[in-house]
């Protein structure tokens, strides 16, 4: 069973920065996506960054150039560093893993990030 447990939300000014982890146990296949989404109030759940088996990362066009994904050195760990913040980025941050076969999706149970002066 594949278990993701997030870390790293909380209250920002805008301008501010801030660091989410997602570790993730229990994979036991080899080719898999794995990455951040995020859902605001009232709006769909929303890409931000996906990486494909530690090869190229995949941004939303509203993060490129202050999020930055980053596979840790320890196997099935993911990290979202986000700098610039602004009010809009405030949502429930939630990390992902997707298997490419079979294209099911294991959620996180999510963080709160809320970008406010």
């Known amino acids: 069973q594949v278990h993701l447990v997030e870390s790293g939300g909380g209250l920002v000014q805008p301008g501010g920065s801030l660091g989410l982890s997602c570790e993730a146990s229990?994979?036991?296949?080899?080719?898999?996506?794995m990455g951040w989404y995020r859902q605001a109030p009232g709006k769909e759940r929303e890409l931000v960054a996906v990486n494909f088996n530690r090869g190229p990362t995949n941004y939303a066009d509203s993060v490129k150039g202050r999020f930055t994904l980053s596979r840790g050195n320890v196997e099935n760990t993911v990290y979202l560093q986000m700098n610039s913040l602004k009010p809009e980025d405030s949502a429930v941050y939630y990390c992902n893993v997707r298997n490419m076969i079979d294209r099911r999706d294991y959620w996180g149970q999510g963080t709160q990030v809320i970008v406010s002066s």
């Open positions: 229990g994979i036991t296949f080899t080719m898999y996506v």
